[in-house]
């Protein structure tokens, strides 16, 4: 148990990052909807509005390979402390 506190509190500080990154894109995400709100009710013609659409769809996918790329080394990071610390076999218990 003593060893398992240990790795607590070295993932803590990756626990924290992960949350304050997702705050943050989730307060970008409510601005550039704000945004896209206000496009929509500027643009008039078919014309203004699928530039936008196109600029908002590579928005949606920039944030979202962001989280994946986030994600995939916040779990890393992890799996590192644990095995740097020679507690392999408590993967298991995730």
Known sequence: QYIWTIILHNLYPTFSLSYTSTYT????????????????????????????????????LSIVIAVIILNIAITAMKIVTIITLGEAGSLNRY
């Open 25 to 60: 894109l989730s307060s970008e995400v409510q601005s550039i909807m704000v945004i896209l709100i206000i496009y929509f009710f500027t643009a008039v013609s078919i014309y203004n509005i699928i530039p936008i659409l196109i600029k908002m769809a590579i928005i949606i």
